[in-house]
DNA sequence: AGAACCGCGGTCAATATATGACCGCTGGTC
DNA sequence: GACCAGCGGTCATATATTGACCGCGGTTCT
């Protein structure tokens, strides 16, 4: 109710405008051919405007990758919360990856590259690492699964974590990068969405503790 | 989407969060209780501003009557668009006038003193004029109602038009102004309303039709 | 190759907006 | 009638916003 207050409340809306413009921007341009002064247009700013709320385009950037990261790493982390069955959690983690990335190709790129070692430009250095940390953990959710999955008696006890681990994380994004890069659009997700499903079915039934039992 | 045009919105958003938080205040306080200071610390801005915004702390007030008149105006007009029966709608625009000025003291107290001829206060001309011309309208509406009772054969046609109008304009001014008067708060509004649509009622079979064909 | 040019990220003097200490007046108190 | 308190309104100061401008890296022209 304060000055203060309203002050303090009205920067954030600012900063949140730019981000919610630059995000649009970068998500259908990528970062180079997105200029500042298109993101100042889109947020109603001036040029010069964005440079009191930000240091420059990259820490703009950088901002939107942090929020689109944590974001994602939230929503598969409450995927742990009340578990049904490993078999289960593991279609939904897949389905929201699908899902994201679908939606966040911008993201999807910077990701792979990080996994690859190939960034292309450079990240201010926390930002580097807590997308490090960040993807790391997202993916350790995976072997949680996997744990929880044998512990459970749903899967087989002598699995190797990592390499499944590895090879699901492989098939989604290999999956998303193959329909990314022949063009298949957003409204087409079903059809993503269907792949990814039917091969972590067949998948998980080749590591499941029912298979033996037959 | 342009950059003036969020100014100019942002410039509005201003006014009407002035206007919001006087009006609330007018409303609890009357006129003269009511600091500038106070004002602008509920729209959440120092004194100085509401100069940026408002002439002053009366032209705010006269832009709240402005307003409420307008908006009170708009409420009855909108009765003549789909009429029902002519007992109807002056039972409907007795209800909305109770209503609002149970809602809206300070206006209430406002016009009043304007059909007596002792304003408290000296508002710019042009508002004074608009205030006149108005009310005058929407007293005019009562006699429309009238006219197409009696074009309906619904009440007798040898009615004294302004006569009648009056009689139900004081009618409606005595009874808010004896309950404002006495003190019986917006909670009791049924009571108010229940007063007026019972004499009210009797009021109209004393100029209906129905009567004489008896 | 290198000259000439362009487009962009980033800067900064100029402008617009917001603030609150201050002024003069008024109405009340002793 | 001298004092005071409290208010509406002002204005020098502080903050926020703007867009013309700068320099640099990349691209085209000769």
């Known amino acids: ?3 203060e207050e309203r002050r303090k ?22 970062f180079k051919s997105v200029t500042v002064e298109s ?43 009340n578990p049904i069955s490993a078999s289960e ?5 897949s389905s929201i990856y699908v899902d994201f990335f679908l939606n966040d190709r911008e993201l999807f790129r910077i990701l792979v590259r ?6 292309d430009m450079n990240l201010p250095e926390d930002l580097n690492n807590h997308i490090i940390k960040t993807t790391n953990k997202t993916i350790s959710v995976i072997e949680q699964v996997f744990i929880y999955g044998i512990e459970k008696g749903e899967f ?23 329909h990314l890069f022949t063009g298949i659009e957003k409204n087409r997700a079903d059809i993503i969405q269907n ?3 039917a091969g972590l079915e067949i998948y998980i039934r080749g590591i499941s503790t029912a298979l033996q039992a037959r």
């Open 1 to 3: 109710m304060g000055l």
């Open 114 to 119: 990080f996994m690859l070692h190939t960034p």
């Open 39 to 81: 993101i100042a247009r889109k947020a109603e700013l001036s040029k010069g405007s964005i440079y009191l709320y930000y240091k420059g385009k990259e820490e703009i950037y950088a901002h939107i990758l942090l929020n689109d990261i944590d974001k994602f790493h939230d929503r598969i982390s409450d995927l742990l919360i």
């Open 89 to 93: 959690v593991l279609i939904r983690l």
């Open 9 to 30: 409340r009205e920067r954030e809306n600012r900063k949140t405008a730019i981000l919610r413009a630059a995000r649009r921007l970068f998500f259908e341009k990528g």
């Open 156 to 178: 087989q006890a002598t699995l190797n974590l990592r390499l499944n681990r590895n090879a699901i994380w492989g098939m989604l994004n290999g999956i998303i990068s193959l």
């Open 195 to 197: 792949t990814v499903k």
